[in-house]
C-alpha cells in the first residue's frame, strides 16, 4: 500500500474522474459488505483509512473504530466492544487482541447520527461511502454549509450517480440505501 486514495490535490478540491470513483467505490462497496457480513461496523471510513495498492487496488484500512454489531443500533451507551486488530504481545492466554480505549472519529466523515449522538448502525458506514464518493466525484463535502446536496454542471456527473449519491446521504439513517441496494444500483451497471 503505497499512498492514500485522496492526495493533497484532492482534498484542495479536485475532483477524480468518473471511471476511477467508480472503479474505488465499487471496490469499496465490496469491502464495506464483506465487514457487514461479518456484523462489523468500521465507523470511520474516510479518504485516510482508504489506500492505494500500487496495482492501483483499493484497501481499507484503520479498523480503530470498527465496532461489533449486534443488531442494536449503537450511540455511545452500553455498545459492543470495539474490534481490535492490535495484537497485545504480552498476552500468554485468552484473547490475544488488545482492549481500545474509547475513541472518536473525524467530524466531516461522520454520518449525521453519530455527530449527533443518536442511535445508529450498519448505514454510518454507507453514509460514509456516499460522502467519499462525493467528493471524490466533486472535491466538496456534501451539505458543505447548506441544507441541502448540490450538483452543479461542472460535477459532470450522470443521472445514476446523483441518484446512488442522492440515496446514500439521506440524512436519517433509516431512509439510508442498504448495502444491497447500493451494490445492485444502476451506477454500478457493466462494473
Not at 495498492?53 to 466492544?81: C, W
Not at 447520527?113 to 460514509?128: C, R, V
Not at 440524512?171 to 442498504?178: E, N, V, W
Request: aromatic share 10%; charged share 20%; net charge negative.
Amino acid at each position: 500500500m503505497s499512498s492514500h486514495l485522496v492526495d493533497g490535490k484532492t482534498l484542495t478540491g479536485m475532483a477524480l474522474s468518473a471511471d476511477r470513483v467508480k472503479l474505488y467505490i465499487a471496490q469499496l462497496v465490496t469491502a464495506v459488505e464483506t465487514l457487514h457480513d461479518l456484523k462489523i461496523v468500521h465507523g470511520d471510513i474516510k479518504p485516510a483509512n482508504v489506500f492505494l495498492t500500487a496495482e492501483g487496488n483499493v484497501v481499507l484500512g484503520d479498523f480503530g473504530l470498527a465496532k461489533s454489531y449486534e443488531g442494536v443500533d449503537m450511540f455511545g451507551h452500553n455498545e459492543p466492544d470495539y474490534v481490535s486488530f492490535d495484537v497485545d504481545p504480552e498476552a500468554s492466554s485468552g484473547s490475544f487482541f488488545q482492549p481500545i480505549q474509547d475513541r472518536c472519529g473525524t467530524p466531516s466523515w461522520m454520518s449525521p447520527a453519530q455527530k449527533a449522538g443518536t442511535p445508529y448502525g450498519l448505514d454510518t458506514d454507507l453514509w460514509a461511502l456516499g460522502a467519499l464518493m462525493y467528493r471524490m466525484s466533486t472535491g466538496r463535502m456534501p451539505y458543505d454549509g447548506t441544507d441541502e446536496l448540490i450538483f452543479t454542471a461542472q460535477d459532470g456527473l450522470d443521472e445514476a450517480a446523483k441518484d446512488l449519491l442522492r440515496g446514500l446521504l439521506v440524512l436519517d439513517g433509516a431512509k439510508r440505501l442498504t448495502i444491497g441496494q447500493m451494490k445492485w444500483h444502476a451506477y454500478f451497471s457493466g462494473v
